[in-house]
């Protein structure tokens, strides 16, 4: 009975959930990988730190209806998917994260 319940895959955890208001963004390093971690009121988004022109840090970008905004050159990224905004081409690598019991928790994927 036991080997119907399906296995969830182990995730990191980041930090409390209350560590990240709405709003907030911060930078963090997950095992070498330095990503923006975004909370957008109550959902949380993970996309590399890096944009894609010149490396600009987006967790310091500004946060409007779903994008981030590079703070150095303006590149917009849709926070679902990584995808630039307006533009063709490779998106940004996305991750997976979620709230368990409290907790900002991240998953490789």
Partial sequence: MLDDIPSR????????????QPGESARVDVDGKV?????????????????LHMAGPLSEGMVLEGTVTCPWHG?????????RVG???????KY???V???WITFYED
Avoid at 35 to 51: Q, S, T
Avoid at 87 to 93: A, D, E, I, M, N
């Fill in 35 to 51: 990503i923006a971690l975004f909370n957008v009121d109550g959902h949380f988004y993970a996309i590399d730190d890096a944009c």
């Fill in 75 to 83: 590149w917009s990224y849709e926070l679902e998917t990584g995808k």
């Fill in 100 to 102: 368990v019991e409290h």
């Fill in 96 to 98: 997976r994260v979620d």
């Fill in 87 to 93: 533009q063709t081409g490779s998106p940004l690598r």
């Fill in 9 to 20: 895959p182990s995730g990191i955890r980041l930090a409390p959930s209350s560590a990240l």
